[in-house]
């Protein structure tokens, strides 16, 4: 009966999608601020009736109802709690739920928040956001219906994937979501400042906070799937330049520039167009993403099942989407002009300078990613491009971006001064390089590019410091005078020191990984295995039996100097449900380094193998990530009161002009 | 900076960083498009050696060798018609299994062995790796995919 209210509810929030699209743009064109608001309630309804929805979803899932198709399918009553739970979205029908349900949240925000936007601005954002809910519940409702019955109702489920029941992955998938469907709402005001023919300050000032609050999630996302990939694909590697990977990639490179652009566009009132443009785009490899994953072209753990209606059905989405807002573009944008004039060398310049690195980096991800699809689709030969390929485009392409990242900000913005940015940047030189000359001689001239990348990091670390120290006046003013200004500084001012910071110390991670050393053994108990260091002892193997599934279980004792620092116990799981195995690492981490072990397969005579591994710096990699993001959120936390300003001057603005 | 020469500034710099990024692809490009081969491909033309590659078959059964330190491993994929030797330094996916769906990647040796760098298996039972199946409908033993049981409606 829920799950029914369920389909029910989903069917109504289809009918308020296509009153929500059509209703406040007409209202919006003809000045009728009735038809306007409709867009508001219909947003809000939406929300609760998606909501509703997926609720009635997962109250299936908790109470093991196997007479549904999607719950006999990927549920079983074995399983914990929290992966009845979250197997909701880990299958093709509750993750699309999941990701309408993310889509109507952000539109329902739209609504409630949006108080202080221009009446017709907010009717036309609405309604656009009306239009993607409605291409995509149509897509739920016509073939990838999650609240199909089964009967007879088997009596037990086919489980979840045991790949996918685990606690990092658990989270990963909403996270990204609100990554992905977040840079919907820079779309839909994209378009809808298309469609107004107007774009300045207090736009890029609606739209930023959108943009920031999507692009924390998606790097939290993101950090969460490569953490997911490191500890339990057993061979402790974070990053495979996978397509799947890409896909999530992508829109976070687009979006980085669009998050920087939109600066431009609020303080100087420049690079309108561009901006527009960054923010269809970004949006589009969203949807770009979703088809990669969803209709199964990809081998990967996100291809659930194979169904070529599906894949058609995005495709035929994304024309529309991609096609219908790029012609709009075409049409409306030469119609933007301009106004802030800059000079090459000044803030604006070194943003637009971010803004095609990171383009250019999304462009050749894309091709890589897309180009051996594209041969197979046109009857070409079957190929993949490995790995080397985007580490020999994207490696070139970052460091010049990076090297940018620290003196940008000290540039003035109309015309800057390169040398007095440089002057002032000597201690982050210096720093750079004394981690340079202290890393060749520790590691004997090591791989040269790792110790430059620790350099690099370096150089955009203490850059930053630099940067937020001359603008508290730190050290040239009193103690109480800088702690003064430092309270005084825009929050986003922080915010941004912060997550370049984050963005060295992940940079610090990757280069590190080159010194990571590797060891494979067959060992029995009581062996030693000597490790950077450390010495490994394998102590025994023991059969345990958890929830849902038996393991073997290594105890090993890691000693250092004869101490004992750690017992790390890798498992090998074997679920009977799906007949899998799935390995446990045991990861020890000191935050400089972590030890990572796996448990491989008996010989039969006793011996295991074991691959354990030193990596130096590897936490880092994701404490930089949450650090980027936490920048985010504190830069957040500034716009709140600004858009409160933003609005107020608008308002006087229209009312000037009426 | 009068409008016209920011614009032909800004139009420079995009055609440089087009030209960059063109250049970069193309010289990665070069050497790292993985071309796929099934194992009958393999068999009957002669490809090249030490050129990377990407195999797709099912795991023989009963061909899989472990080396004494446990250190490589030896087994041989099949599209049903022909087969060919690979051998792996490393550690195997958890579903690597005898009769199983394998992508190897990888480049042929002049013992004409395949000496994988990377296997993939597939994440899920109920899963077969696009390759696989193109290499098994290629060679004419395509059984088409597994239906799930009971998994639709009337």
């Given at each position: 009966?829920?799950?029914?209210?369920?389909?029910?509810?989903?069917?109504?929030?289809l009918?308020?999608?296509?009153?929500?699209?059509?209703?406040?743009?007409?209202?919006?064109a003809?000045?009728?601020?009735?038809?306007?608001?409709?867009?508001?309630?219909?947003?809000?309804?939406?929300?609760?009736?998606?909501?509703?929805?997926?609720?009635?979803?997962?109250?299936?899932?908790?109470?093991?109802?196997?007479?549904?198709?999607?719950?006999?399918?990927?549920?079983?009553?074995?399983?914990?709690?929290?992966?009845?739970?979250?197997?909701?979205?880990?299958?093709?029908?509750?993750?699309?739920?999941?990701?309408v349900?993310?889509?109507?949240?952000?539109?329902?925000?739209?609504?409630?928040?949006?108080?202080?936007?221009?009446?017709?601005?907010?009717?036309?954002?609405?309604?656009?956001?009306?239009?993607?809910?409605?291409?995509?519940?149509?897509?739920?409702?016509?073939?990838?219906?999650?609240?199909?019955?089964?009967?007879?109702?088997?009596?037990?489920g086919?489980?979840?994937?045991?790949?996918?029941?685990?606690?990092?992955?658990?989270?990963?998938?909403?996270?990204?979501y609100?990554?992905?469907?977040?840079?919907?709402?820079?779309?839909?005001?994209?378009?809808?400042?298309?469609?107004?023919?107007?774009?300045?300050?207090?736009?890029?000032?609606w739209?930023?906070?959108?943009?920031?609050?999507?692009?924390?999630?998606?790097?939290?996302?993101?950090?969460m799937?490569?953490?997911?990939?490191?500890?339990?694909?057993?061979?402790?590697?974070?990053?495979?330049?996978?397509?799947?990977?890409?896909?999530?990639?992508?829109?976070?490179?687009?979006?980085?520039?669009?998050?920087?652009?939109?600066?431009?566009?609020?303080?100087?009132?420049?690079?309108?167009?561009?901006?527009?443009?960054?923010?269809?785009?970004?949006?589009?490899?969203?949807?770009?993403?979703?088809?990669?994953?969803?209709?199964?072209?990809?081998?990967?753990?996100?291809?659930?099942?194979?169904?070529?209606?599906?894949?058609?059905f995005?495709?035929?989405?994304?024309?529309?989407?991609?096609?219908?807002?790029?012609?709009?573009?075409?049409?409306?944008?030469?119609?933007?002009?301009?106004?802030?004039?800059?000079?090459?060398?000044?803030?604006?310049?070194?943003?637009?300078?971010?803004?095609?690195?990171?383009?250019?980096?999304?462009?050749?991800?894309?091709?890589?990613?897309?180009?051996?699809?594209?041969?197979?689709?046109?009857?070409?030969?079957?190929?993949?491009?490995?790995?080397?390929?985007?580490?020999?485009?994207?490696?070139?392409?970052?460091?010049?971006?990076?090297?940018?990242?620290?003196?940008?900000?000290?540039?003035?913005?109309?015309?800057?001064?390169?040398?007095?940015?440089?002057?002032?940047?000597?201690?982050?030189?210096?720093?750079?390089?004394?981690?340079?000359?202290?890393?060749?001689?520790?590691?004997?001239?090591?791989?040269?590019?790792?110790?430059?990348?620790?350099?690099?990091?370096?150089?955009?670390?203490?850059?930053?410091?630099?940067?937020?120290?001359?603008?508290?006046?730190?050290?040239?003013?009193?103690?109480?005078?800088?702690?003064?200004?430092?309270?005084?500084?825009?929050?986003?001012?922080?915010?941004?020191?912060?997550?370049?910071?984050?963005?060295?110390?992940?940079?610090?991670?990757?280069?590190?990984?080159?010194?990571?050393?590797?060891?494979?053994?067959?060992?029995?108990?009581?062996?030693?295995?000597?490790?950077?260091?450390?010495?490994?002892?394998?102590?025994?193997?023991?059969?345990?039996?958890?929830?849902?599934?038996?393991?073997?279980?290594?105890?090993?004792?890691?000693?250092?100097?004869?101490?004992?620092?750690?017992?790390?116990?890798?498992?090998?799981?074997?679920?009977?449900?799906?007949?899998?195995?799935?390995?446990?690492?045991?990861?020890?981490?000191?935050?400089?380094?972590?030890?990572?072990?796996?448990?491989?397969?008996?010989?039969?005579?006793g011996?295991?193998?074991?691959?354990?591994?030193?990596?130096?710096?590897?936490?880092?990699?994701?404490?930089?990530?949450?650090?980027?993001?936490?920048?985010?959120?504190?830069?957040?936390?500034?716009?709140?009161?600004?858009?409160?300003?933003?609005?107020?001057?608008?308002?006087?603005?229209?009312?000037?002009?009426? | 900076?009068?409008?016209?020469?920011?614009?032909?500034?800004?139009?420079?710099?995009?055609l440089?960083?087009?030209?960059?990024?063109t250049?970069?692809?193309?010289?990665?490009?070069?050497?790292?498009?993985?071309f796929?081969?099934?194992?009958?491909?393999?068999k009957?033309?002669?490809?090249?050696?030490?050129?990377?590659?990407?195999?797709g078959?099912?795991?023989?059964?009963?061909?899989?060798?472990?080396s004494?330190?446990?250190?490589?491993?030896?087994?041989?994929?099949?599209?049903?018609?022909?087969?060919?030797?690979v051998t792996y330094?490393?550690?195997?996916?958890?579903?690597?299994?005898?009769?199983?769906?394998?992508?190897?990647?990888?480049?042929?040796?002049?013992?004409?062995?395949?000496?994988?760098?990377?296997?993939?298996?597939?994440?899920?039972?109920?899963?077969?790796?696009?390759?696989?199946?193109?290499?098994?409908?290629?060679?004419?033993?395509?059984?088409?995919?597994?239906?799930?049981?009971?998994?639709?409606?009337?």
């Open positions: 009966m829920i799950t029914e209210l369920g389909h029910f509810a989903l069917i109504l929030a009918c308020l999608a296509a009153l929500q699209s059509t209703l406040p743009l007409a209202g919006a003809r000045r009728h601020l009735g038809w306007m608001a409709v867009g508001q309630s219909t947003a809000l309804a939406q929300f609760v009736l998606v909501a509703l929805a997926f609720a009635a979803l997962v109250h299936a899932y908790v109470t093991s109802d196997f007479s549904v198709v999607n719950v006999a399918e990927n549920s079983h009553s074995t399983k914990p709690l929290l992966y009845k739970i979250t197997g909701v979205w880990g299958n093709h029908e509750g993750s699309m739920l999941l990701w349900l993310i889509l109507s949240l952000f539109g329902g925000a739209v609504a409630w928040f949006g108080d202080n936007l221009p009446p017709a601005l907010r009717a036309r954002v609405l309604a656009v956001q009306g239009m993607i809910g409605f291409g995509f519940l149509l897509f739920i409702l016509l073939t990838s219906d999650p609240f199909h019955r089964l009967v007879p109702a088997p009596l037990d086919r489980g979840l994937n045991p790949i996918l029941q685990d606690p990092g992955l658990a989270f990963h998938p909403p996270f990204l609100l990554g992905y469907v977040g840079f919907s709402v820079s779309f839909s005001f994209a378009v809808a400042a298309l469609i107004e023919g107007r774009v300045d300050a207090a736009w890029a000032r739209v930023r906070p959108w943009t920031l609050a999507a692009w924390c999630a998606l790097t939290i996302g993101i950090a799937g490569s953490w997911w990939a490191y500890y339990t694909l057993g061979w402790g590697g974070w990053w495979f330049w996978d397509p799947v990977e890409n896909a999530s990639f992508m829109p976070w490179l687009v979006g980085t520039a669009l998050l920087h652009s939109a600066i431009v566009v609020e303080k100087r009132d420049a690079l309108k167009s561009w901006t527009i443009l960054l923010a269809i785009v970004t949006f589009s490899l969203s949807l770009i993403g979703t088809f990669l994953v969803r209709s199964g072209v990809l081998t990967s753990v996100h291809a659930f099942a194979v169904d070529p209606a599906r894949g058609t995005i495709l035929l989405l994304l024309l529309v989407a991609i096609g219908g807002s790029l012609s709009l573009y075409a049409i409306r944008a030469p119609a933007l002009r301009g106004g802030g004039i800059f000079a090459p060398i000044s803030r604006e310049g070194a943003l637009v300078l971010n803004n095609l690195l990171l383009a250019t980096c999304a462009a050749t991800v894309f091709l890589g990613t897309l180009y051996p699809l594209f041969l197979d689709a046109v009857g070409g030969p079957k190929l993949s491009v490995g790995f080397p390929f985007f580490n020999r485009t994207f490696v070139p392409l970052m460091v010049p971006a990076l090297l940018a990242v620290a003196f940008g900000p000290m540039l003035a913005w109309k015309r800057g001064d390169l040398v007095g940015a440089l002057q002032r940047l000597w201690i982050a030189f210096a720093a750079a390089l004394v981690i340079i000359l202290i890393g060749l001689y520790a590691t004997g001239g090591g791989p040269v590019l790792a110790v430059l990348g620790l350099g690099l990091a370096m150089w955009v670390f203490a850059g930053s410091a630099v940067e937020w120290a001359e603008r508290v006046k730190l050290g040239r003013a009193a103690l109480a005078e800088s702690w003064r200004r430092a309270r005084h500084l825009p929050r986003a001012s922080h915010g941004m020191t912060l997550a370049h910071m984050g963005l060295a110390v992940t940079v610090a991670g990757i280069a590190a990984s080159a010194w990571q050393v590797e060891r494979i053994e067959i060992m029995r108990p009581g062996e030693d295995l000597p490790l950077a260091g450390y010495t490994l002892r394998l102590d025994g193997v023991a059969k345990v039996a958890g929830p849902n599934f038996t393991a073997d279980r290594a105890t090993i004792t890691v000693l250092h100097d004869g101490q004992r620092v750690a017992v790390m116990q890798p498992e090998k799981r074997f679920f009977p449900v799906q007949q899998m195995p799935t390995s446990l690492t045991a990861i020890h981490t000191t935050l400089l380094a972590d030890l990572y072990l796996a448990l491989g397969d008996a010989d039969g005579k011996g295991w193998t074991l691959r354990a591994y030193w990596k130096p710096l590897v936490p880092w990699i994701w404490i930089g990530a949450v650090v980027m993001a936490a920048g985010g959120v504190v830069s957040l936390s500034d716009r709140r009161w600004r858009v409160g300003i933003a609005a107020r001057r608008a308002r006087g603005v229209t009312q000037a002009a009426e | 900076m009068t409008r016209k020469r920011r614009r032909l500034l800004a139009v420079l710099a995009g440089g960083m087009l030209g960059l990024a250049a970069l692809v193309l010289s990665a490009f070069s050497d790292n498009l993985v796929f081969y099934t194992p009958s491909d393999i009957t033309k002669s490809l090249p050696e030490g050129r990377r590659m990407r195999i078959g099912l795991v023989e059964p009963a061909s899989v060798e472990k004494a330190d446990g250190k490589t491993v030896a087994f041989r994929v099949t599209d049903g018609a022909n087969d060919v030797p330094a490393g550690a195997l996916p958890d579903l690597f299994r005898e009769g199983q769906g394998v992508v190897i990647e990888g480049a042929l040796g002049k013992d004409h062995v395949i000496h994988a760098a990377t296997v993939l298996a597939k994440h899920d039972e109920r899963y077969m790796p696009p390759e696989v199946a193109e290499a098994l409908k290629r060679s004419g033993h395509w059984q088409g995919e597994h239906p799930p049981q009971g998994a639709k409606t009337p």
